[in-house]
Nanobody
Framework: VQLQASGGGLAQAGGSLRLSCAAS????????MGWFRQAPGKEREFVAA????????YYADSVKGRFTISRDNARNTGYLQMNSLKPEDTAVYYC???????????????WGQGTLVTVSS
């Protein structure tokens, strides 16, 4: 496994969770990291992405202002801080690595196994 996502769980609406994504050293030396999510019966959708340097970030409109993506390259780990959670944020969250800092799911080559986030109302 090259990417390992963790930190999911149950949260109440308005609460917070922090997801982590640990990358193995087999991942190419520089990569952008993205977070995607997939709710039951829905397609996988973009959440956030961050460049290797951290200088560029993108967010889906639905999470802008509530979620923050970050990374610690010394630890080969990325993070997704999720605040002001809503029931519609309930999904399996996946981290992924890409040569491009992109919102396009098809640009990502390596994927973690996903971590479930459930937000109760």
């Amino acid at each position: 496994v090259q990417l390992q996502a963790s930190g999911g769980g149950l949260a109440q609406a308005g609460g917070s969770l922090r997801l982590s994504c640990a990358a193995s050293e087999r991942i190419r030396s520089t990569y952008a990291m993205g977070w995607f999510r997939q709710a039951p019966g829905k397609e996988r959708e973009f959440v956030a992405a961050i460049s290797w340097s951290g200088g560029t970030t993108y967010y889906a409109d639905s999470v802008k202002g509530r979620f923050t993506i970050s990374r610690d390259n010394a630890r080969n780990t990325g993070y997704l801080q999720m605040n002001s959670l809503k029931p519609e944020d309930t999904a399996v969250y996946y981290c992924a690595a890409s040569m491009l800092c992109s919102s396009n799911v098809h640009d990502y080559d390596d994927w973690g196994q996903g971590t479930l986030v459930t937000v109760s109302s």
